[in-house]
């Protein structure tokens, strides 16, 4: 299975991170080929709600910036991995860029599965981002959520954490 890891997190050893290499590391380990590309060192620009992609050429962003290169990598993916910190109870700006500009490809028909990994300084501050996980990608895209992980506080870069996800990327 291809999957593709979006972390939408600046710090590149921050505790998304920790999650997600923990992740990849179970994955590949598993046999998956996994491609984690860190958005928030992206230059990837907010969707201008321009409809060019709808439009003039459908399925084509007209902003021709890092988004580009990850088109194919969503549209070929088998799994997609939703990573963030929680920034305002929400998934953080970065990642919310990336997640807009697939308003360009709508509906990313290989992809079968997604998870959702989120890391935050306090517990029970995920219900919107889990909101708009459900409501705009596992019921509009149409596919399995096969899993959400938290980490707040104390439990951010443990070896816990690092385990129950290395075991998720494992077990796919
Ligand atoms: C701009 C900003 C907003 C944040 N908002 C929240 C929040 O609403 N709730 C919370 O529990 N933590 C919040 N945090 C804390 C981060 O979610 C937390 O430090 C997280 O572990 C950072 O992950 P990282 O190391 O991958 O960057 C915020 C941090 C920043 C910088």
Redesign the pocket.
């Known amino acids: 299975m291809k999957i593709v890891v979006l972390n939408g ?3 590149l050893n ?4 920790d999650m997600v290499n923990a992740f990849v590391r179970g994955a590949e380990e598993a046999g998956h080929e996994v491609a984690s590309v860190n958005v928030a060192h992206k230059n990837i620009h907010g969707c201008m709600g321009c409809e060019y992609c709808r439009e003039k050429e459908q399925g084509v962003c007209c902003q021709k910036d890092d988004m580009q290169a990850l088109y194919p990598e969503i549209l070929s993916a088998d799994m997609v991995v939703f990573a963030s ?5 929400t998934l953080s700006a970065q990642l919310q860029a990336a997640i807009h500009r697939t308003y360009a490809i709508d509906i990313p028909r290989n992809v079968k599965k997604v998870a959702l990994i989120m ?4 517990p029970f ?1 995920y219900g919107p981002a889990i909101a708009q996980y459900y409501q705009s990608i596992v019921e509009y895209w149409g596919v399995e959520n096969a899993g959400i992980f938290t980490a ?1 506080g104390k439990q ?1 870069r443990s070896e816990e954490k690092r385990e129950e996800l290395y075991r998720f990327g494992r077990s796919l």
């Open positions: 997190s600046p710090h921050g505790a998304t991170s910190p929680i920034y305002y109870f890391s935050s300084g306090s501050v707040n951010n």
